[in-house]
């Protein structure tokens, strides 16, 4: 058997230390599509899960009062409701202690799971004060079509899978464009971006 030199040791080390660290440094990125009103999870530069959502019947921004979806880069500041059985019913972020079955008649607070947005450019800067989340529904029937009040709203089985498979500052990519170049860009933006951080 060929035994290893000590600098063939130390160059091994060195490169699997940076497969290590860039592995590492891989995380998921979250892409909605406005046009095919859909979510997908991107891991590993892998589209792993697609959803269909429901952002704002009221258009595009992020100007005070409108309650329009912004678009842009954002990020995950916090996950809130985590083990809530599916359903239940959240007001100022907190859980009410009731529990709505999908499609319940007259209602449409947000249920299940909340993931509050930061904005991360000047597009979508009052993203966060504005309190723009992805969240559950009860109005499931809706999901697949613009109906939201600016946030991205999901079926609560689904956001409940989402919000165990990102974690806090995972970014979100909202683009008026289909699913498929949004994806593309996102994937790219990963890759330069973990290059980056390694490089460092």
């Given at each position: 058997m060929r035994l290893l030199q000590p600098c063939s040791i130390s160059l091994f080390c060195f490169i699997a230390a940076i497969v290590s660290s860039a592995s590492a440094l891989a995380t998921p990125t979250v892409v909605v599509s406005i046009p095919d009103q859909t979510l997908a999870l991107i891991d590993g530069g892998i589209v792993?899960?697609?959803?269909?959502?429901?952002?704002?019947k009221f258009g595009l921004g992020d100007r005070p009062g409108t309650y329009a979806t912004p678009l842009g880069t954002?990020?995950?500041?916090?996950k809130i409701g985590a083990n809530a059985p599916l359903g239940t019913v959240f007001k100022n972020r907190r859980p009410t202690g009731e529990v709505l079955r999908p499609n319940a008649p007259g209602r449409d607070p947000i249920v299940s799971r909340i993931l509050w947005l930061r904005g991360l450019e000047k597009q979508n800067a009052r993203a966060y004060?504005?309190?723009?989340?992805?969240?559950?529904?009860?109005?499931e029937r809706l999901i697949g079509r613009p109906a939201s009040f600016g946030c991205i709203r999901m079926r609560s089985c689904d956001v409940a899978q989402l919000f165990n498979s990102v974690p806090?500052?995972?970014?979100?990519?909202?683009?008026?464009?289909g699913l498929g170049p949004a994806v593309a860009k996102a994937k790219l933006e990963?890759?330069?971006r973990s290059a980056r951080l390694a490089a460092n």
């Open positions: 792993v899960s697609r959803f269909p959502v429901s952002t704002s954002m990020a995950i500041a916090s004060s504005r309190n723009i989340y992805i969240h559950g529904t009860p109005e806090v500052g995972t970014r979100i990519e909202v683009a008026n464009t990963s890759q330069t």
